[in-house]
């Protein structure tokens, strides 16, 4: 991480970084699948947990017929 990197996104840029909707994003948090945490009246997803969060399902992923990893999981493709 280079010191210009943030370490906390606001939700519209974690939706940008996922590749969905901010409602998504904040249904994702209130449901408790998504890391995150407030700053007063701020929420904010930590990067580092966001990777983490999408490298955890990537993982996790059930294979297609092709071999290649499909989609799963509160929130992804929903």
Excluded: F
Aim: charged letters at 25%.
């Amino acid at each position: 991480m280079n010191q210009h990197e943030r370490l906390l996104l606001k939700p519209d840029e974690a939706a940008h970084v996922l590749g969905c909707g901010r409602t998504k994003v904040y249904a994702l948090i209130a449901d408790g699948v998504l890391p995150s945490l407030r700053l007063g009246n701020s929420l904010r997803v930590p990067l580092r947990a966001l990777s983490q969060w999408i490298d955890e399902r990537a993982a996790t992923a059930p294979r297609n017929s092709e071999g290649t990893r499909r989609a799963r999981g509160p929130g992804v493709g929903t």
